[in-house]
C-alpha cells in the first residue's frame, strides 16, 4: 500500500537540512501503524491529516530518510510548517504534533462595561471642561484614562459605549 507518489517520495539517501538535523522523527510501530491508519481512513480534520502525513514521511525508523523539501513537494504545504511539525514532535510529544494548538484567548470585545459605562456615562452628563461648549469623543476617553478609570482607550471603543447606552443629553 503506498501512501504516496514515489516519483515524489525518494529511497535513497538524501542531505539532510538543519531542521531534520536537529529535530529528527522516529516513530514506534504503535504511532506509525496509527498514523497509517488515520490517513488510509481520512476521517479526521484536514490540518491532522497533514500532520500525520508529514510525520510518516519524516519518520527516520523506516531506514527511507525525506528531506523537507521532499516533504513539501509530497503533501503540498510549506516548509515552514514541516519544520514545525518536526519540532512540537520531537520538544512536546507524539499528540502535540499532531494536534494544532489552540489559538490564544481573544482580547474581550468590549473594554467598557459596568462601573466603567457608568463613569462614562456619569462623565458624559457632566460639564464638560472649562473654554470647551461639549465633550468631544476625544476628550472622554482622555479623561477616563486621566481618572485611572481605564488604562487605554480608544474613541472609537468611547463612541461605541454612549451609542449602546441610548445617551440623550436632554437638549
Known amino acids: 500500500m503506498t501512501l504516496f507518489p514515489e516519483d515524489v517520495v525518494s529511497k ?27 490517513v488510509s481512513t481520512g476521517k479526521v480534520a484536514a490540518r491532522k491529516l497533514i500532520h500525520a502525513r508529514i510525520l510518516l514521511l519524516a519518520d527516520t525508523s523506516s531506514g527511507t530518510i525525506c528531506t523537507d523539501d521532499d516533504i513539501v513537494a509530497a503533501v503540498e504545504i510549506g516548509p515552514r510548517t514541516v519544520a514545525r511539525v518536526r519540532q512540537r514532535f520531537v520538544t512536546e510529544g507524539f499528540a502535540a504534533a499532531l494536534d494544532h494548538r489552540p489559538q490564544p484567548p481573544r482580547p474581550d470585545k468590549i473594554k467598557i462595561k459596568g462601573d466603567v459605562e457608568q463613569q ?6 457632566s460639564d464638560p471642561p472649562e473654554g470647551r461648549c461639549h465633550w468631544t469623543l476625544n476628550l472622554l476617553a482622555d479623561e477616563l484614562v486621566a481618572l485611572g478609570v481605564v488604562k487605554s482607550v480608544s474613541t472609537e471603543t468611547v463612541r461605541q459605549a454612549l451609542k449602546k447606552t441610548t445617551l440623550t443629553r436632554g437638549w
Open 12 to 38: 535513497r539517501f538524501k542531505e539532510r537540512g538543519m531542521a531534520m538535523d536537529k529535530y529528527r522523527v522516529t516513530l514506534t510501530e504503535e504511532e506509525r501503524a496509527g498514523l497509517e491508519q488515520l
Open 120 to 125: 462614562l456615562v456619569r462623565l458624559a452628563c
